[in-house]
């Protein structure tokens, strides 16, 4: 009895297991799916509150309050960004590439990780597009 339970068992698991190359498409974190990625999130007043919030902290000493690629940081970094108020900075960017780099950072900009919940990204994905739209 337990064999047969076993055979049945045995590929289970193997499906499950993280070192199976996976069937399913990429994670929704990993940059290769990202470009693909929409937003599921809907937006609302609160939620774009503590976006900004976030923003405030962790975004705003690089690039600036408004989005203005001109925080405090940039001088000592030798940063040079984009200003987010021109509508043509971001132009080339989908939301998921956006949200992608939110996440995992790139070049001298560290990522938001675990810190964020993804809900959270999204909405700061939407509050930096809308930058250039005040
Ligand atoms: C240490 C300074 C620093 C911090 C903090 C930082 N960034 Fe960046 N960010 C950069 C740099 C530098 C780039 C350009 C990276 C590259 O292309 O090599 C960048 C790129 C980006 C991009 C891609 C578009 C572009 O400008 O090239 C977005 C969107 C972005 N950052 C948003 C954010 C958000 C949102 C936060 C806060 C969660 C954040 N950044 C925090 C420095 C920073």
């Not at 064999?3 to 940059?31: D, H, M």
């Not at 290769?32 to 405030?56: C, H, I």
């Not at 939110?102 to 809308?130: F, Q």
Request: aromatic share 6%.
């Amino acid at each position: 009895m337990l064999k047969p339970l076993f055979i049945l068992g045995a590929p289970l698991l193997f499906a499950f297991s993280p070192q199976q190359p996976a069937a399913n498409p990429a994670p929704s974190s990993t940059p290769a799916g990202a470009a693909q990625l929409v937003n599921p999130v809907k937006s609302t007043p609160e939620s774009m509150a503590r976006a900004k919030k976030v923003y405030g902290y962790d975004c705003a000493m690089c690039h600036g309050d408004n989005g203005n690629g001109k925080g405090d940081l940039v001088a000592d970094l030798k940063l040079s960004l984009k200003d987010y108020t021109d509508p043509a900075a971001l132009k080339d960017l989908s939301d998921g590439e956006i949200f992608s780099i939110i996440k995992n950072g790139k070049g001298k900009m560290t990522g938001e990780g675990d810190r964020a919940k993804p809900d959270d990204m999204w909405n700061m994905v939407v509050l930096v597009r809308s930058f250039s739209k005040k």
